[in-house]
């Protein structure tokens, strides 16, 4: 008889938690404003991860996925995350980053349950102890496969094929300073379980999608992959365009330049724009600032002018923000 109480009783506690599982609201993983394509599959892939965990999730994007992301998504088969910008009252996972003006502008309202991210820390803080998962790979897609290693839960096969464009976009095909042997083992396993055979093939009509700009403004091509930092009380913007051959945009560079000056009037310091060409591994940096010779000092130049082109620098978060931080931090004028 008392087997049969205790029976029932797990019984009861199983059917319970189901109950509670299932009306639950579910954990919302959500990437960076502007998402990229890091920033879209991997809410999808963490989302995935937690769910098949038994912890519902839903992942979400603060906009519309750009140009190369759509092809990622078409090539594996997957939908674009539902857009929302509130997360107020809600349990967040935050994934590609971690600075308070990349995340949703009510982010303070909402509890934070996760972190998950391949950048500097950005400021954040909890009220509650979180799970963190921050590491310097090239791409936080990278991180959320070691996740699925770790629980031991396999990866579905498209979203292993998101999860290897998100690291073919943040490593520029592996080529990247920020590419860690981490990030090609793990591409060479999501290849696998994705079914592709060439990933060098695969990542050129990738790269190819990005640079398929023709039509679309000046003004949206330098919000679609904008960052915004706070450097020592200064607001800075750094957007990137990364592109097969600069000769796409050569006739372009005052409407970009124009951009950003209405851009940088909604409470900038500065605005800068990489003109990143794949090819030359090297970026053409234009700049718009209250105060270039931070920027200038930034870089070790003399003189940028509107422009500098800084050959083998490709990468924002190694070769672009720490160097400003350190610019803005020593210099004492607000």
């Not at 674009?80 to 349990?91: C, D, F, K, N």
């Not at 090239?138 to 999860?163: D, F, K, V």
């Not at 990542?203 to 919000?223: D, P, R, W, Y």
């Not at 591994?281 to 870089?299: K, M, P, W, Y």
Request: charged share 20%; with cysteine; aromatic share 4%.
């Amino acid at each position: 008889m008392k087997r049969h109480i205790e029976y029932l009783i797990s019984v009861i506690v199983v059917l319970a938690s189901s109950v509670i599982c299932a009306t639950a609201q579910p954990i919302l993983v959500i990437g960076h404003k502007n998402p990229d394509a890091d920033s879209i599959l991997s809410a999808i892939a963490l989302a995935n991860l937690k769910t098949q965990q038994g912890i519902p999730a839903l992942p979400l994007a603060q906009g519309t996925p750009n140009q190369e992301t759509e092809f990622v998504l078409n090539a594996c088969k997957l939908d674009a995350p539902s857009i929302q910008t509130s997360v107020a009252g809600q349990r967040v996972i935050l994934v590609d980053h971690s600075d308070y003006l990349q995340a949703p502008a009510d982010i303070s309202k909402a509890a934070v349950v996760g972190l998950v991210d391949h950048h500097k820390l950005g400021g954040l803080t909890t009220d509650e102890p979180i799970e963190v998962w921050v590491f310097p790979t090239g791409c936080t897609s990278t991180i959320i496969a070691r996740m699925y290693t770790s629980a031991g839960i396999p990866i579905p096969r498209e979203i292993a094929c998101g999860m290897l464009g998100a690291i073919i976009s943040d490593t520029l095909l592996l080529s990247s300073p920020t590419t860690t042997q981490e990030d090609r083992d793990a591409s060479a396993k999501l290849a696998q379980i994705a079914g592709v055979e060439d990933i060098q093939a695969f990542g050129q009509k990738q790269l190819q999608a990005k640079s398929s700009i023709e039509g679309i403004s000046a003004t949206n091509l330098l919000k679609q992959d904008l960052k915004t930092f706070d450097m020592h009380g200064r607001k800075v913007g750094v957007a990137q365009l990364e592109l097969m051959d600069l000769s796409i945009v050569a006739a372009r560079k005052d409407e970009f330049l124009s951009a950003m000056k209405i851009l940088k009037d909604e409470g900038y310091h500065s605005i800068l724009l990489m003109l990143t060409d794949i090819g030359k591994q090297g970026t053409d940096l234009l700049v718009v600032s209250d105060n270039v010779r931070i920027i200038e000092s930034a870089f070790g130049l003399k003189e940028i002018g509107q422009s500098v082109w800084l050959p083998g620098v490709v990468s924002r978060k190694k070769q672009v923000v720490p160097g400003l931080l350190k610019a803005f931090e020593g210099d004492g004028a607000q």
